[in-house]
């Protein structure tokens, strides 16, 4: 065979094979069973025959299989197997890197089992990944349910309960007997929208991103009652063009964009909304002050989740927190107390609740506005929280503040 002369040919290397306890035993002229005994230090046999099979394997480089070893001894004494559909660009990561945190800290150690950023086939796959992850048996599981709808996945999920294993579920209540913590995305809305009817706000609209799209539409369909609860309060009753959508699935910016968009569009407008994820609502506010709409002066906007970017962007974001760290430290508490043995009792339901943090991008509205769509002149509700003209702009802006770490935004109730 011929080579090019610039080329020089090396010698294949042999790669070697991992030792097994196969060739542990076989060395020690044992049987795999003892050999095993021997390296984790169960069952009897002299200290000779231990201490001769501890040597030869530490000469051989073998290493210990640790899935093995849960499947041999039962459960892993410290591992945390953490469970999600999928992966986003916002406080869903952000929520599972702060219960993992949190375990860490504890002295757990939390692998994430996930598929990537809205795969296409991220529900087909749900109960794939959860299989797997629960022969392997950790001590614990901790699940994100904002998507888990597969029932291959659910039926995984309560086979896991079923055989002993411990489970705590976040973010979307499920009809499985385990410990959950709920956000309440109801009321997050609620709470957008009666900020907006405080200020005086009766023309209101209402902007939530496809990107929670077809798979998620019990999400969507919390925010809108949220939001139509508050009308409803007012008396006021909803327009159809005013509850904005994209009209395609998109990541969140360029959802608000498209919600721009369709603002513009309108001969009559709004003169507040409330735009769920503060990243398609930064987007919103770019893209109408381009076009020469002010911002309070002539719409108001309140985003959710109460990001970084609504705190320290360009624009100051009216918002209502996603209180990420108290809901890890609801789940981390909850599965600690299942770990260590000081609750044995039935499931138990935490609800979390979001707080607005009032800042530049809402204030009253324009003066002489007319409402088109007031019932009974918009009125306020007969428990008076439309005080909003009592409370100047700079202390509806200074507001609750914020969604930091170990800060306290939410009310906790358990079922």
């Known amino acids: 065979m011929k080579t090019h002369p610039n080329k020089r040919e090396t010698p294949k290397q042999a790669i070697s094979k991992p030792a097994t306890i196969g060739d542990v035993a076989r060395a020690a002229g044992i049987s795999k069973s003892t050999a095993s005994r021997a390296l984790n230090g169960k069952g009897s046999m002299t200290p000779k025959t231990r201490a001769t099979v501890q040597r030869i394997a530490g000469r051989m ?42 375990l860490g800290e504890r002295g757990y150690i939390v692998p994430i089992h996930a598929y990537g950023y809205r795969q296409s086939n991220a529900q087909i796959n749900q109960a794939r990944l959860l299989a797997g ?16 709808r597969d029932p291959d996945a659910l039926a995984e999920l309560q086979r896991y309960c079923d055989e002993g294993g411990l489970a705590v579920c976040y973010d979307w209540p499920l009809q499985v007997p385990c410990d959950t913590v709920v956000f309440d995305r109801a009321d997050q809305t609620y709470r957008a929208a009666r900020h907006l009817l405080q200020l005086g706000h009766r023309d209101l609209g209402f902007g939530i991103n496809a990107t ?26 909803p327009r159809d063009e005013w509850m904005f959508r994209p009209s395609h699935y998109m990541r969140h910016e360029t959802g608000g964009v498209e919600l721009a968009a369709q603002f513009l569009a309108l001969r009559e407008r709004p003169t507040g909304l409330c735009i769920v994820n503060d990243y398609a609502a930064l987007a919103f506010l770019g893209e109408i002050e381009r076009a020469g709409v002010r911002v309070p002066d002539d719409v108001s906007v309140v985003g959710h989740d109460n ?5 320290c962007g360009p624009r100051l974001l009216s918002s209502v927190t996603h209180p990420c760290w108290d809901i890890a430290e ?9 770990l260590n043995g000081s609750y044995k009792g039935a499931p138990r339901r935490v ?9 530049d991008s809402s204030a009253p509205p324009p003066r002489q506005r007319p409402s088109s769509q007031r019932l009974a002149q918009g009125s306020a509700p007969a ?7 009592s409370q100047t702009r700079r202390g509806l802006r200074n507001g609750p503040a914020l969604n930091s770490p170990k800060g306290k935004t939410a009310r906790v109730s358990v079922v």
């Not at 093995?68 to 599972?96: E, I």
């Not at 979390?352 to 800042?359: F, K, V």
């Open 61 to 102: 480089g073998f290493e210990a299989n640790p899935h093995a070893q849960r499947l041999a001894n039962g459960r892993s004494d410290n591992t945390v197997g953490f469970f999600s559909p999928d992966l986003d660009l916002g406080v869903g990561t952000r929520k599972m890197q702060d219960i993992q945190q949190l």
């Open 133 to 148: 992850l629960r022969r392997q048996r950790p001590r614990a599981l901790v699940c994100n349910t904002s998507n888990l």
């Open 212 to 237: 929670y799209g077809e798979e998620r539409p019990h999400i969507i369909e919390a925010h809108r009652e949220g939001f139509l609860r508050a009308l409803h309060e007012w008396n006021i009753a």
């Open 307 to 311: 990001t970084m970017m609504a705190r």
């Open 330 to 338: 609801a789940v981390v508490n909850l599965l600690d107390s299942q």
């Open 351 to 359: 609800t979390l609740h979001g707080e607005l943090a009032a800042r």
């Open 383 to 389: 428990d008076g929280r439309s005080d909003a003209d």
